[in-house]
T-cell receptor
Framework: ETGVTQSPTHLIKTRGQQVTLRCSSQ?????VSWYQQALGQGPQFIFQ???????GRGNFPPRFSGLQFPNYSSELNVNALELDDSALYLC??????????????FGPGTRLTVL | GDSVTQMEGPVTLSEEAFLTINCTYT??????LFWYVQYPGEGLQLLLK?????DKGSNKGFEATYRKETTSFHLEKGSVQVSDSAVYFC??????????FGAGTRLTVKP
């Protein structure tokens, strides 16, 4: 069973640029959630995708957007990067059944540095 | 809104010492509660969970009980090892999709 994978591992961008982060969900999972973890803090929920549609969003501006593909993999896009976007971005996959969501399994994260 | 508050670290213990990391929650209902662990350079791993009041989650010697009366979910382990050194996060599941984490508690166990 393959776990959650993310790419790239590290990324350096400059202010104003755009970035795309990728996530492959664990085999059999149909839901992907994205989190931002600033240094020394707990992860903050960005949004969740289920059946290729956004299924909940945290307190993040519209320049944070996402996609989920038919194979349940996902992308996180951030436009007009700001210095405060520097963080570890975590992807988590889970299986969402009729009875409600199951445990979220996290990937190793992508470390984004904005200069 | 729904949230968790956990004790600030860092916590430094000697091997075989007893561990308690406090976590309290604020919620309008009865959310599922979780403890996650993050080892250096890695993502989060689920340590244990409890889905309703009085449930006890346990794994690898760690335990936590969902206490509705004190709105708490404290993490305990009777005898810590050096390999338990990591950052521990308390979390609750809000709205079935939004996992809300505490700030994390860094544990260092010395031999």
């Amino acid at each position: 069973e393959t776990g959650v994978t993310q790419s790239p591992t590290h990324l350096i961008k400059t202010r104003g640029q755009q970035v795309t982060l990728r996530c492959s969900s664990q085999s059999g999972h149909n839901t992907v959630s994205w989190y931002q973890q600033a240094l020394g803090q707990g992860p903050q929920f960005i949004f969740q995708y289920y059946r290729e549609e956004e299924n909940g969003r945290g307190n993040f501006p519209p320049r944070f957007s996402g996609l989920q593909f038919p194979n349940y993999s996902s992308e996180l896009n951030v436009n007009a990067l700001e210095l405060d976007d520097s963080a570890l971005y975590l992807c988590a996959s889970s299986l969402n059944l009729a009875g409600g969501p199951d445990e979220q399994f996290f990937g190793p994260g992508t470390r984004l540095t904005v200069l | 809104g729904d949230s968790v508050t956990q004790m600030e670290g860092p916590v430094t213990l000697s091997e075989e010492a007893f561990l308690t990391i406090n976590c309290t929650y604020t919620a309008t209902g009865y959310p599922s509660l979780f403890w996650y662990v993050q080892y250096p350079g890695e993502g989060l791993q689920l340590l244990l969970k409890a889905t309703k009041a009085d449930d006890k989650g346990s794994n690898k010697g760690f335990e936590a009980t969902y206490r509705k009366e004190t709105t708490s979910f404290h993490l305990e382990k009777g005898s810590v090892q050096v390999s338990d050194s990591a950052v521990y996060f308390c979390a609750l599941l809000y709205n079935n999709n939004d996992m809300r984490f505490g700030a994390g508690t860094r544990l260092t166990v010395k031999p």
